[in-house]
Nanobody, 123 residues
Framework: QVQLVESGGGLVQPGGSLRLSCIAS?????????MAWFRQAPGKEREFVAA????????LYADSVKGRFTITRDSGANTVTLQMTNLKREDTAVYYC???????????????WGKGTLVTVSS
């Protein structure tokens, strides 16, 4: 059993930056699995944002955030961070931290989810 808790969401102006954190707790270390961030805007399906591999900490990003977002992992602290820069209005969503079962980066490939943290990009 793994519990994921996100934090860092809030209101930010377009072009601004925000840093989200996900702290994992439970019997297993997050280093044993790839971790990912998803987001869901009102009326839309949950979409993949970024992921980081369990070996080598290799990042993967959705095209919509590539070059603007950075995902990192601190295995010692069981923490995954999503640093967001140059935020746009379309980035507004609830952001979820998730643990991947394997190499499937869709929402169906995740076995544990946090409750989400709201990011609102508005002037």
């Amino acid at each position: 059993q793994v519990q994921l808790v996100e934090s860092g969401g809030g209101l930010v102006q377009p072009g601004g930056s925000l840093r989200l954190s996900c702290i994992a707790s439970g019997r297993e270390s997050i280093s044993r699995n790839a971790m990912a961030w998803f987001r869901q805007a009102p009326g839309k399906e949950r979409e993949f944002v970024a992921a980081i591999s369990m070996s080598g900490n290799i990042p993967l990003y959705a095209d919509s955030v590539k070059g603007r977002f950075t995902i990192t992992r601190d295995s010692g602290a069981n923490t995954v961070t999503l640093q967001m820069t140059n935020l746009k209005r379309e980035d507004t969503a609830v952001y979820y931290c998730a643990r991947a079962r394997g190499d499937d980066w869709s929402a169906y490939g995740m076995d544990y989810w946090g409750k989400g943290t709201l990011v609102t990009v508005s002037s």
